[in-house]
């Protein structure tokens, strides 16, 4: 076991330990020796079992996403003898990456850090091969990359054949997709296995930095491919700056009959799009993420709404392609007419909570604007934190309370019951979800399923949601010297039905899978299915 001494050098925290690790600021870094290495394996797995709040297999199974559980130390001790062999500041950046990405949390990262090891800026190059991917999930046993679309001069940049819209990928670079598919897997973060799929097809055609470009790309991205009646042919592209290339468009989000709204959308969190045929009563939201201006842009579209007699329509939101972000609950009290029960959350009780406890304190009481997730600038949320979550850490439990989702919406005595806004959509609600993104999707995806808000379609979003995460300069615990950050997740999402969220997305009502055959006019097709269904 490691004293505690040196798990503060770790970390780097406790004033006097600090000032005995100082690394100078022009010193080179220094990659110790393997006995240093081996102290770092050691507590990195002490501090992730102490410290992560994932989610554990007795407490909640994953889903489908890992169907034979996953033992979190074992995975990390695959990396052990790497991590200890690791002898030049590259491969203990992507051996650091594996080790993170044993715990199947989407959200943390590894990141460089000032006086830490140096990333090379090569693996930061934009460079993307003129033909991208998709993913077909007709049969989740079967998953497969096909071709999504071109660049529009693809005929003078390509060697062989040019590709054909929705021909399977069956080698990468003289690599089965299967055995390519299973190198890549350690170097990402995901915790679903549609979301790992859907994220490396977007990346399939493109260098990035938590990949060993010597191991993983070459001059050209070399591709065999299967047309649909099974004739196979290979392909060689170039890779090109990634602002350079100009797409065809296939795939896109396209709404046939309807019209983007201008006046009502450019906002980071929608766009608006109206019925051309002015006797639909449909307005449809293409969601973006849940940005910073979204009670602004959902206010602007109340109002125009109730300028514009829309009240009673029904409200179809396409977030098959939206991030994360927060203030959910104040988007699903304007879009549909029920109360409903919002997400809730805790905090993990350990050393790492603590720190950061502290720090988000400080920061609330400096510059409450700083908990910009909240209604009331902060208020409930320290309260808890100074009371309640600080009662947990003397009392020494695992968890503290569960209380409605970072205090966002409603103070922690609260049941969780939003009621909806004074001024409110009143027809019903359609939300068109995928694997593309989770986080506060996840959550609005768990609120609109487990309260029956809407009729849900399409694929369930990614499977990852915690509360908090705290991001720590990692350092050798013998020497000091600080390497990376690394982050840990602090708590955990709690659906309104009181399940655990992470690695358990709400499941849809009407699954309909993207696959290769309804990919290019995917979005006309789940339109065409929910107009049907409301009468339309």
């Known amino acids: 076991m490691i004293p505690i001494a040196l798990l503060a050098v770790a970390l780097g925290w406790g004033p006097a330990v600090a000032q005995m690790v100082e690394t100078p600021p022009d010193s080179r870094f220094d990659l110790g020796t393997e006995q240093d290495r081996a102290a770092l394996f050691d507590f990195l797995v002490r501090s992730t079992m102490e410290w992560d709040a994932f989610a554990s297999l007795p407490e909640h199974p994953y889903h489908r996403a890992h169907p034979k559980g996953i033992d979190v130390v074992a995975k990390m001790y695959r990396y052990r003898d790497e991590l200890i062999a690791a002898d030049t500041e590259e491969k203990l950046w992507f051996v650091l990456n594996k080790i993170s990405n044993a715990r199947k949390d989407t959200h943390l990262r590894v990141t460089p850090v000032e006086g830490g090891l140096t990333v090379p800026d090569s693996l930061y190059t934009r460079l993307q091969a003129p033909v991208s991917f998709a993913v077909d999930f007709a049969d989740l046993d079967d998953r497969f990359f096909f071709v999504a679309d071109l660049a529009t001069d693809i005929q003078q940049l390509v060697e062989g054949s040019v590709p054909s819209l929705g021909d399977?990928?069956?080698?990468?670079?003289?690599?089965?997709?299967?055995?390519?598919v299973e190198a890549m897997r350690p170097y990402r973060r995901y915790s679903t296995q549609n979301h790992f799929w859907w994220r490396l097809g977007y990346d399939l055609n493109r260098t990035r930095e938590y990949l060993p470009h010597d191991q993983f790309y070459e001059s050209t991205l070399r591709l065999v491919l299967e047309r649909r009646d099974g004739s196979r042919y290979t392909v060689e592209l170039p890779y090109l700056d990634r602002g350079d290339i100009e797409w065809r468009g296939h795939g896109e989000r396209v709404y046939p009959g309807f019209t983007r709204v201008p006046e009502l959308s450019g906002s980071e969190t929608y766009d608006l799009f109206f019925p051309e045929d002015a006797s639909l009563p449909v307005i449809l939201l293409?969601?973006?993420?849940?940005?910073?201006?979204?009670?602004e842009a959902m206010d602007q579209l109340m109002e125009y709404a109730e300028a514009n007699d829309l009240l009673d329509y029904h409200v179809i939101v396409d977030a098959t392609r939206s991030g994360g972000g927060s203030r959910g609950a104040y988007a699903?009290?304007?879009?549909?007419?029920?109360?409903?029960?919002?997400?809730?959350?805790?905090?993990?009780?350990?050393?790492?909570?603590?720190?950061?406890?502290?720090?988000?304190?400080?920061?609330?009481?400096?510059?409450?604007?700083?908990?910009r997730e909240t209604v009331d600038e902060g208020g409930w949320l320290l309260d808890w934190l100074e009371n309640d979550v600080r009662t947990a850490i003397r009392e020494g439990r695992r968890y503290s309370n569960d209380v409605p989702f970072k205090l966002a919406h409603l103070p922690k005595w609260a049941d969780g019951i939003v009621d909806p806004a004074p001024v409110h959509f009143r027809g019903k609600?359609?939300?068109?979800?995928?694997?593309?993104?989770?986080?506060?999707?996840?959550?609005?995806?768990?609120?609109?399923?487990d309260n029956d808000l809407a009729h849900v379609m399409g694929m369930s979003a990614g499977g990852f949601s915690n509360t908090w995460q705290t991001t720590e300069v990692l350092r050798f615990p013998t020497t000091g010297q600080p390497i990376v950050s690394y982050q840990w997740s602090l708590g955990h999402s709690l659906r309104p039905n009181g399940e655990i969220l992470q690695y358990n997305p709400a499941e849809v009502h009407e699954y309909v899978p993207?696959?290769?055959?309804?990919?290019?006019?995917?979005?006309?097709r789940l339109l065409d299915l929910t107009l049907t269904r409301l009468g339309s």
Not at 433 to 443: E, K, P, R, T
């Open 429 to 449: 609600m359609t939300v068109w979800l995928s694997a593309h993104s989770g986080s506060h999707l996840d959550q609005f995806g768990s609120q609109v399923v």
């Open 332 to 371: 699903v009290q304007r879009l549909q007419p029920r109360p409903f029960r919002t997400t809730f959350g805790n905090l993990m009780v350990s050393e790492a909570t603590e720190r950061w406890v502290e720090r988000r304190i400080r920061s609330i009481r400096a510059r409450p604007s700083s908990a």
């Open 514 to 524: 993207q696959t290769r055959e309804n990919y290019f006019d995917y979005h006309p």
């Open 286 to 295: 293409q969601w973006h993420g849940f940005r910073a201006d979204l009670p």
């Open 168 to 180: 399977r990928v069956l080698e990468i670079n003289g690599r089965p997709v299967a055995e390519y």
